[in-house]
């Protein structure tokens, strides 16, 4: 399984960007997918995340400014961020957990996107 992930870039305090991250296989055959972030020196964190029933998780940091959900025609899993904050900048990625019949899940990362909010 691959995941691109793009969208990312510069925007000042309070506007918005869109994440994308697309899926090489169907979404249907993941079972949960979320967005991370890091920012420097910290480690990395769960922001957002998105099972495929569509029940959602949220961090507190972001909750009501961000939302995530899937694209089921495009394959993909989009975050919307709205009234972003300067510690909002970070390097972000999207993960997919598969889960089998029998076993351990397996987990995929895609690339990072930077995006960087200024104050």
């Known amino acids: 399984v691959q995941l691109q992930a793009s969208g990312g870039g510069l925007v000042q305090a309070g506007g918005s960007l869109r994440l994308s991250c697309a899926a090489s296989?169907?979404?249907?055959?993941?079972?949960?997918m979320g967005w991370y972030r890091q920012a420097p020196g910290k480690q990395r964190e769960l922001v957002a995340s998105i099972t495929s029933r569509g029940s959602t998780n949220y961090s507190d940091s972001v909750k009501g400014r961000f939302t995530i959900s899937r694209d089921n025609k495009k394959n993909s899993v989009v975050l919307q961020m709205n009234s972003l904050k300067p510690e909002d900048t970070a390097v972000y990625y999207c993960?997919?957990?598969?889960?089998?019949?029998?076993?351990?899940?397996?987990?995929?990362w895609g690339q990072g996107t930077q995006v960087t909010v200024s104050s």
């Open positions: 296989v169907s979404i249907f055959s993941i079972n949960n």
């Open positions: 993960k997919a957990e598969i889960k089998p019949p029998v076993g351990a899940s397996y987990y995929y």
